[in-house]
């Protein structure tokens, strides 16, 4: 990884650690505390999408299918993305207005409930703003940017009252909540190990040394918020923040939160693992990215749980199978081991499971992303959190695992390939996957003199601080917030 990159992240952060210690009160930004509007039972929910140049789309698609939404407004600091849906919008009995400024969409009082969709960094701050103006947050994962981001969400919905849901659909799906039901029900005895894998081909963002166009009208300083205020070496400026570490935290914190959430559910685990190592590197092509495109992180309980996540960036070039009764891995998928069988998620909402002589126990399949949207819609009815299939505490355990592994890679040093981690490494699974992943590697013909592997530092956490035992990791588990748009520090008792 770019070392000097990391050099001055790590010194940005120690001044932020300062800052959170001395007890910085609310941004002066932030909203106050506002009562919720009151919903009755024939009253539509209004809701406002923010951040519309990607996964907004799909967001405006399914609040629109929704009979009990009223879209009322549509926000996002780039009007060019309001207007590539404005075709569509204007069909609807009245069109959503349209707001530059997320400030000033949450002082809308009659807003009942955001979706957020933007890059990264801006979902924590963003969330708790809407829940401190009185709205409930719908919010696409990673919910947060750093580990401790999401914990803060949790209080702030905890003392507000507001629902808080992530966006990982597979929660809602029918076929995959069939699928755990069964996984959880014993028939294949205890789950002891959990693989979330994300094999999906990132290609190189190129390498320029100019800075990246702004597009026409879009306001930047409301697009890097909490991010340092500098336009990023780079071709293009959006859907290419994932690949930066400032906005972004690479595939492991952009497909795998999907994963690795169906992981931890299988697993049963409700707090974070205490020992977390990390494998890869940025390998294959020199670009403008500085985040990893392929990377194995082991997480481990200390009752012996195990938790792979496997990131593979490069091309799939041969089949992926660790032995199992199934045709080979593409794409996002889940294993569950129990001691008496196997289940496998191929997808979002499907499953089958295997007993470990190869005879199938059952399959499951069904469901669609409206369904996730119809859950918070109930749970915003009901005012009870746990009627979300994916409520921010959980969410926040989810995309926390993502964090850690990243900040054990920023933590670590280049080693020659084939280099293992010296512990958590006599696990069969661990075994299987590190030597699939040198093959990959290998296949896709890295030269790990132009590209390196870092091996990162083994982190021991405690679930109940949710911090590390070692300091300068700490300092990765939260960041420098610019002026104006610092993260309001969690609600007292």
Request: net charge neutral; aromatic share 8%; hydrophobic share 35%.
């Amino acid at each position: 990884m770019n070392l000097s990159r990391r050099d001055f992240v790590e010194q940005a952060l120690m001044a932020a650690a300062a800052a959170l210690a001395s007890g910085q009160g609310l941004s002066s930004t932030a909203l106050a505390e506002e009562p919720k509007r009151q919903v009755g039972p024939n009253d539509k929910i209004r809701v406002a999408t923010i951040g519309v140049n990607g996964q907004g789309g799909a967001h405006l698609g399914e609040w629109i299918k929704n009979p009990d939404v009223d879209l009322v407004a549509v926000c996002d600091c780039d009007p060019a993305a309001y207007r590539k849906h404005l075709k569509n919008l204007e069909k609807l009995p009245h069109t959503p207005r349209y707001e530059q400024d997320v400030r000033k969409l949450l002082d809308d009082k009659t807003i009942d409930a955001v979706s957020i969709a933007t890059p990264n960094h801006w979902h924590a701050v963003m969330a708790v703003w809407a829940m401190q103006s009185g709205k409930d947050v719908y919010v696409e994962k990673p919910c947060s940017h750093n580990v401790r981001e999401g914990r803060v969400m949790t209080q702030w919905a905890r003392r507000l009252g507001r629902m808080c849901q992530m966006g990982v659909q597979s929660r809602s799906m029918t076929g995959m909540r069939q699928t755990l039901e069964f996984i959880q029900s014993g028939k294949i005895g205890k789950i002891n190990a959990a693989q979330a894998i994300c094999y999906r081909q990132r290609d190189s963002i190129g390498l320029v040394d100019t800075e990246a166009p702004i597009p026409e009208g879009l306001d930047f300083n409301l697009w890097c918020g909490p991010a340092p205020k500098v336009v990023p070496k780079r071709k293009r400026l959006h859907y290419d923040w994932h690949w930066v570490s400032a906005t972004g935290n690479g595939d492991l914190g952009n497909q795998n939160p999907h994963e690795l959430d169906k992981a931890r559910w299988g697993l049963g685990k409700q707090e974070l693992p205490q020992h977390v190592i990390s494998l890869g590197g940025r390998l294959g092509y020199i670009d403008n990215g500085d985040v990893a495109n392929s990377q194995v992180t082991i997480y481990r309980w200390d009752d012996g749980t195990l938790l792979i996540s496997d990131v593979r960036g490069l091309p799939i070039k041969s089949d992926v199978t660790f032995g199992l009764k199934w045709a080979g891995f593409k794409g996002a998928a889940n294993i569950w081991y129990g001691t008496e069988g196997y289940a496998i998620g191929p997808n979002y909402s499907s499953g089958v499971a295997f007993d470990y002589g190869g005879n199938e126990l059952g399959k499951w399949s069904g469901g669609e992303y409206q369904a996730h949207f119809a859950n918070f819609v109930k749970a915003i009815r009901s005012r009870n959190h746990k009627d979300l299939h994916l409520d921010i505490e959980d969410a926040h355990l989810s995309s926390a695992l993502a964090h850690l592994g990243n900040v054990s890679l920023a933590q670590g040093k280049a080693v020659p390939e084939g280099t293992r981690p010296s512990q958590m490494t006599d696990h069969r699974l661990v075994t299987e996957t590190l030597t699939s992943f040198e093959s990959h590697l290998k296949e896709n013909g890295v030269d790990f003199n132009q590209t390196k592997l870092y091996l990162g530092q083994e982190l021991t956490i405690d679930p109940k601080t949710e911090l590390s035992t070692d300091s300068s990791a700490n300092r990765l588990f939260t960041r420098e917030y610019r002026k104006g748009f610092e993260l309001p520090n969690p609600p007292t008792a």
